[in-house]
């Protein structure tokens, strides 16, 4: 079976989220929260269950 990907309960997302706003990467960009590291838009990589933390963070 092919896996794909998923999104992650909101609970797991809220946690991530809290482990980022407490972050040295995590910065504010013209309006939006990003990782300084991946470059990502928190607030959607949280969502998807397989993605992680450059940092092993979460
Ligand atoms: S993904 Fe990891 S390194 Fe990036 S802001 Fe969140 S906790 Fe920090």
Request: charged share 35%; proline share 3%; glycine share 6%.
């Amino acid at each position: 079976m092919i896996e794909v990907a998923i999104f992650a309960p909101e609970e797991l997302q809220k946690e991530r989220l809290d482990i980022c706003d407490k972050c040295e990467f995590y910065k504010e960009s013209f309006g939006i929260t990003i990782c300084e590291l991946c470059g990502c838009y928190m607030k959607m990589k949280v969502k998807i269950k397989q993605l992680v933390c450059p940092k092993g963070k979460w």
